[in-house]
């Protein structure tokens, strides 16, 4: 990873995990509702200019009812229910339970695709990431009803981005992302108009919270969403998949220095179990080369032959996009070294704003 790579990958991830924080701080005088439409037209605002000028719209027009369903899954309900969500569970509980996405996006994938058997490890994976979950719901929402729910509303926000990023990949697999994700915005604007008007707060909200809602708006909706397909474009689909394993460390640490949460024992289960088992439930498992035909095969072959031979292969079969492996934010169209193809990186799955 080279040094820009770097800094777009630390800018995504405490932009990406801060969100957890700020959407604490904008519910305290703002209503879901509100906040979902004021963030939503702020990043809308921020990312079409952009989505015009490099015409991330072309060829879009008969997608929108695709867009529209996956605006439901990806962006009105999970930004909704994770902002409810918070007004009654602490913001480094919402981003630890939200990592749970790829463990969904893994089990719906082996329940509705069926590609390949379980593996040991995909099994072991998800039953201690799930397990995760039990830890931290048993220990620090056990005796408190809605606490409980509100840790239910994000886990069914994880589902959600799960069932997205499955659907996206069949429904917009050559879908400009910017473009999608700037038309996910709008929609979502449309949706929350008129309920926003109605639970509009009943006095000014305090500065802190319209300041984090603003903030949630330009920078971690609209800006995130450049830097993460810049990230892509630069790093490559496997780089940006460790994001998942970081946002829910910057969320925890962001809510006990700056909020003031305690670090529970079992939000601190729950993450180390969470991530270990989302990395053993999403890595793929590569096949294993046959030692001896190759030798056999490589020492048949002499150098100007194996030079001749790779030139020719080329030609016939030009690299193809194929499956990184990946189930949540790498689940890009990559070539097998983890590059994303030149002209192509901005063709991946939107990044949810909120997680």
């Known amino acids: 990873m080279n040094r820009k790579s770097a800094l777009l990958f630390v800018a995504a991830s405490v932009i990406w995990g801060s969100s957890?924080?700020?959407?604490?701080?904008?519910?305290?005088?703002?209503?879901?509702?509100?906040?979902?439409?004021?963030?939503?037209?702020?990043?809308?605002?921020?990312?079409?200019?952009?989505?015009?000028?490099?015409?991330?719209?072309?060829g879009l027009r008969r997608k929108v009812p695709a867009i529209v369903a996956l605006t439901l899954?990806?962006?009105?309900?999970?930004?909704?229910?994770?902002?409810?969500?918070?007004?009654?569970?602490a913001s480094s509980a919402a981003g630890i339970l939200i990592a749970t996405d790829p463990l969904f996006t893994a089990l719906l994938a082996l329940w509705l695709l069926r590609a390949e058997a379980v593996s040991r490890s995909q099994l072991a994976g998800l039953v201690l990431g799930f397990a995760g979950v039990v830890a931290l719901l048993g220990l620090d929402f056990s005796?408190?009803?809605?606490?409980?729910?509100?840790?239910?509303?994000?886990?069914?926000?994880?589902?959600?981005?799960?069932?997205?990023?499955l659907l996206y990949r069949r429904w917009l697999p050559n879908a400009p992302a910017l473009g999608v994700s700037t038309l996910m915005m709008l929609c979502s604007c449309g949706v929350f108009a008129l309920p926003a008007a109605a639970d509009l707060p009943h006095h000014m909200p305090g500065m802190a919270s319209v300041l984090a809602l603003i903030t949630l708006g330009i920078v971690n909706t609209g800006l995130l969403s450049w830097v993460y397909f810049a990230l892509v474009r630069q790093a490559g689909a496997a780089v940006t998949s460790l994001i998942t394993y970081v946002v829910p460390v910057v969320a925890l640490i962001l809510g006990v220095s700056l909020l003031g949460e305690t670090p529970t024992i079992g939000a601190v289960m729950g993450l180390v179990f969470i991530a270990s088992g989302t990395w053993l439930a999403t890595r793929?498992?590569?096949?294993?080369p046959d030692r001896r035909a190759t030798g056999a095969r490589t020492e048949a072959i002499t150098p100007v032959e194996q030079t001749s031979t790779s030139v020719k292969c080329r030609k016939k079969n030009p690299p193809r996009l194929v499956p990184s492996g990946r189930s949540s934010a790498a689940s890009f169209g990559t070539h097998p070294n983890g590059k994303v193809r030149s002209g192509q990186a901005d063709r991946a799955q939107p990044a949810p704003p909120d997680r």
């Open 284 to 288: 793929t498992r590569r096949p294993r």
């Open 73 to 89: 899954l990806n962006m009105c309900v999970p930004i909704f229910l994770t902002a409810w969500a918070e007004q009654h569970i």
């Open 20 to 58: 957890f924080l700020l959407i604490r701080v904008a519910v305290r005088d703002i209503s879901p509702a509100a906040l979902v439409f004021a963030r939503t037209v702020l990043g809308a605002t921020f990312l079409a200019p952009i989505a015009v000028r490099t015409r991330a719209f072309h």
């Open 143 to 165: 005796a408190q009803g809605a606490a409980l729910l509100g840790a239910g509303a994000v886990l069914i926000s994880a589902a959600g981005y799960a069932a997205s990023a």
